[in-house]
């Protein structure tokens, strides 16, 4: 059963628009999100995380909201880039070991020029 | 600083042969998880490692182990290889063994089992 679902395998969007990438989780222990971002033939690399007593987190371009009533987030990009054409990854942590990190399978982003 | 360390960068083997892939983690972190990525199934939790010990493990056969060494290098081996192996798999470090410390991903090793 899938902990953390990210339901779009894929989402277009024209440079300058904003993208909007969405997450699920089922799991109310989870206190800790983070996403990561990964380009082909490279390891992921950490984007942004919030912590469960916030409801927003920015950094630049990139912002994440977090519902968790409704057990949701999302991460906005605006503007979009090309350069931010990548998969994205979203986790979630109940604490504890990195054992605890799950992440969902992925949305594949592409920033069309 | 120097990142993420795995060996090799890609792999190639048949079934029923063992490998053994390398990771070297950042300087300074002691905490040392790996991941398995297939297409459509995101990042599998395999295992980590903390000072030399193994402190959480993911639902993989028992086919699948690993271990730490005392300057935190690590390295994960499979046995009896199956088709399903073949993946990308990640090292990831971090300083703490906390599940919301930042972690760092090495580019991977790339396992095709023919």
């Known amino acids: 059963d899938q902990q953390v679902k990210q339901n779009s395998p894929s989402l277009s969007v024209q440079e300058g628009r904003i993208s909007i990438l969405n997450c699920d989780y089922t799991?109310?222990?989870?206190?800790?999100f983070l996403w990561y971002k990964k380009y082909p033939a490279e390891g992921p690399t950490f984007l942004i995380s919030?912590?469960?007593?916030?409801d927003k987190n920015e950094d630049g371009r990139f912002t994440v909201f977090l519902n968790k009533s409704a057990k949701h987030l999302s991460l906005h990009i605006v503007p979009s880039q090309p350069g931010d054409s990548a998969v994205y990854f979203c986790?979630?942590?109940?604490?504890?070991?990195?054992?605890?990190?799950?992440f969902g399978k992925g949305t594949k982003l592409s920033v069309k020029p | 600083k120097a990142g993420v360390t795995q060996t090799p960068r890609y792999l190639i083997k048949t079934r029923g042969q063992q490998v053994t892939l390398s990771c070297s983690p950042i300087?300074?972190?002691?905490?040392v998880s790996w991941y398995q990525q297939t297409p459509g199934q995101g990042l599998q939790f395999l295992f980590e490692?903390?000072?030399?010990?193994?402190?959480n493990k993911g639902n993989f056969p028992g086919r699948f182990s690993g271990r730490q060494f005392s300057n935190s290098r690590s390295e994960m081996n499979v046995s009896t290889l199956e088709l399903g192996d073949s993946a990308l798999y990640l090292c990831?470090?971090?300083?703490?063994?906390?599940?919301?410390?930042?972690?760092?991903f090495g580019s991977g090793t790339q396992l095709s089992v023919l």
């Open positions: 799991n109310s222990m989870f206190d800790y």
């Open positions: 986790a979630a942590s109940g604490g504890g070991s990195q054992g605890n990190l799950i």
């Open positions: 919030i912590s469960s007593i916030k």
């Open positions: 490692y903390f000072s030399e010990t193994q402190r």
């Open positions: 300087s300074g972190h002691r905490s």
């Open positions: 990831a470090s971090s300083r703490q063994a906390v599940g919301n410390e930042k972690l760092f």
